[in-house]
């Protein structure tokens, strides 16, 4: 009875680490990790153990046996990745692991680390941190709630994603860990006076921006990024009032990556299949009147180069119907023909098995491609968006494409980009505006003239290397950071900071009375799960800081 792999794999690479005989891959010293749009386990080899079970965090892993129908297609995404009669694992690792850091060198003065960023990258690199003895550990976030876009960021239908957020809350219930919450580092505190009382300060701030398109009209109301109008799903509290009105039979999204499939399959589910996850009140009560009936996914190059990944288009097509604008099917078609890649030909050959016309008059998503938006359309909101046919395939690595003179309209009331994320500068440190990342080596922070690394400064996560990879990418991310750091600290580069411990909560609680730390946390998750107990939800989020630090300081 072999495991199986299915939707919400992160990638953290635990179930790697946890199988006894090697046959989950590709493992994080492999070529391809940080690219692998999911792990898969050899059928031949797997020995039925159940290991993997105990250590996915986000309970992707279940027997071939138990698999209900939507999971079917895995057991050939998991088996066609290995060699055909395969009775043992067959890789062999070409790049060298990235080993643990070394132990620390006793001091008089224990390790004290400050994360800036409490998402994926910053409780993964915590945990690297706290695997020594002694380290103290300060996780600051400028919202009074962790996690970043596991909480924010993570459709509200994928509840079993979310499940990581359990992982994080063992990690910050560690010794040595403590939560600044509702801080903001550069405003509240800065960077020179965390290393006061810090060896060394990580950043984990991810990249909150999104690209943009810059045409006309892209300012106007009915107008979002996918990152807003999920953020808004998620009741995010800087985007919680997002003026999103689903009074048009037509939504357009440009972008067809996992957050674009995201933001059209809320668009188009049955809002009582939302209604028990931790979906925003607002949102389920602006699905449950929407208008909307078709949801336009657009690709700006052909479709070969769809940016979402197999497992999130085999659970598009469980949740939602799809279909294929037929000019599209002719593109699917041709480059079909000509695929090499296995993992493309999986992705177009489902592609062309999808239908032209949607069956009935629900709700549906159609997938368009070779289309370049060259203006959105409206008086006092979106109206319209007009595009301009692109002639020939973008190039790999392209942005740019040559397209007709004539554009092609399209009605529509609510218009979403979904083209990329990109970091933002974080002050005082370098930033390289052309890759949107810190410059660093191995995580740290270095000069760009001179290469001279800046002392005490680290990144991890998106700031590090940019958008790319899944949620347990950044455990391997993290520690390749954490062993540079400790390094450092061994070699004597990181001096005690002149602060005692003491002064640092002191210092925080005079810039910012309204601290969350780790018990005002547990006490908004409590919260927001009886709310939602009481509603038949997994949770009924606070959309507010006000309601957030009422529950944070709530008596017991």
Known sequence: ???VITQSCCSDGSCVFACPVNCIHPTPDEPGFLTAETLHIDPAACVDCGACVHACPVDAIAPDSKLTAEQLP???????????GSRKAWFSPMLAPIPEAPRLRPRRTPLRVAVVGSGPAGMYAADELLTQ??????VFDKLPTPYGLVRAGVAPDHQRTKHIAKLFDQIADQKGFAFYLNVEVGRDITHEELLRHHHAVVYAVGACSDRRLNIPGE????SFTATEFVAWANAHPEQAELPVQLDHERAVIVGNGNVALDVARILTMDPRALAATDISSAALAALRTSSVREVVLVGRRGPEFSAFTMPELIGLTNSAQVVL??????????????????VRTEKLGLLATLATRPSGSGRHIRLRYRLTPVRVVGQDRVERVEFSATNTAFAADSDEAERSPEPTSMAAGLFVT???YRALPVRDLPFDESAAVVPNKDGRVVEPGTGEAKPGAYVVGWIKRGPSGFIGTNKSCSRETVRALVDDYNNGLLPDPPERPS?????VRARQPETVNRQGWHKIDAAEIARGRAADRVR??????AQMLAAANARP
């Open 219 to 222: 300012e106007l109301p009915g």
């Open 325 to 342: 604008d037929p000019p599209a099917r002719a593109l699917v078609r041709q480059a079909l023909a000509s695929a090499e890649d296995p």
């Open 1 to 3: 009875m072999p495991h």
């Open 540 to 545: 009924d989020k606070f959309s507010t800081t």
């Open 133 to 138: 003895a002694g380290v103290e550990v300060n």
């Open 74 to 84: 895995f057991l050939e995404i998991n088996a066609s990745f290995f060699p055909k």
């Open 418 to 420: 979904s083209i990329g």
């Open 503 to 507: 002064q640092l909560e002191k210092l």
